[in-house]
């Protein structure tokens, strides 16, 4: 496996190498470090089958190099090995892993986290989250088509994208694995429900934000919601809030809901459903900059239905299937502070709403077994020609 994420906050890389590694595959990931010397330090465990080799935080650099896939310290690496097949992690690694594959004659896997040529970039002369320029975003999808076209199978996480791409872009349509999380994990320590983490009267009615922060994932309409939603109390739980909290607590002074809006550190990957539990509902949201983003399927969406929570989420397609389909949650305008406080207050003024979506989550959840859902890419590989 090629990865450039971080594999402490990267959970998709986890399951399936875990996958993998329960039916039998030895699974090494080739990962460069975040910064020096840090990658040992993680103590990242993945069981027995499963081995991290870091590499230097050198070999990482460029992705943040137009087109962002040329990664020579990686390749280096990589082709030193003889495996049955590469598996790329999102598109900053397929071309490596192409290569790779060529020159050893393994498999060539890439799993498209995301739709990358539709996705942002940072824009620094602007100092903004922009989509792809077009000569660059048309390198990267040519490097998508031909991943289409040449490897031995491709996954992505959701039916929208994978439909799109395939009409698009041509060859093969992609296998969809979604982000279903593993709700029987035991994680790290045990929580108490949310409400008793926090001091909080059960009768208050808490709304969880747990993930990233920042620009790109528009909380802002969020926090002024909560003028108009005035019985609510916003716990917003994820990284970098010594970066954006400040600019968020600003926000929610400026509307008299400062006292209304708490913020936590996060906390790892495998408690995230364990730490929730206990909130009345979890709300989702991103801005509509790009394809990749309104056709998002996001993990805390899952991770929320495993914490027993209704979910509130951007009326965008595939939450809109899943939420909605399923009658676990409600949508809103996540442009529109208005909106997002209806959706609060209907939960709120409204129990047998809220009863009848909580009464749904048990269901939902039994038909999105995610043991059968990582099976899924097991089958592909079992399914690839011996060579």
Known sequence: MLVVSDLRIDPRVEREARALAEAGYEVTVLCPEPSDGAGESFKIDW???????????????????????????????????????????????????????????AHLIVDFHEWFSENVHWDSGRKEYLPYPQPWKRQLQKLEARCLREASATVTVCDSIADAMNAELGGKRPLVVRNIPNIHRSPTKKYPPLKEQLSLDQSTFVLLWQGGTGPTRLIEPIIRALEYATKCVLVIRGPSLELFGEGYRKLAAEIGAEGRLILLPPVPSHDVVAAARGADAGIWTLPALCRNFTFALPNKIFEYLASDLPVLAADYPEARRLVSGNQVGLMFDPYDPKSIARSINKLIEQADLTARLRANIGVTLASLDAGREWQRLVEVYKQLPRR
């Open 47 to 105: 069981g027995p089958s499963v081995s991290i080799k870091w590499l230097n935080w050198t070999a990482a650099s460029f992705v943040s190099e137009s087109p962002g896939y040329v990664g020579n310290q990686l390749y280096a690496a990589a082709v030193t090995l003889k495996p049955f097949a590469f598996h790329a992690h999102d598109l900053n690694t397929a071309y490596v892993a192409l290569a790779a594959a060529n020159v050893t004659g």
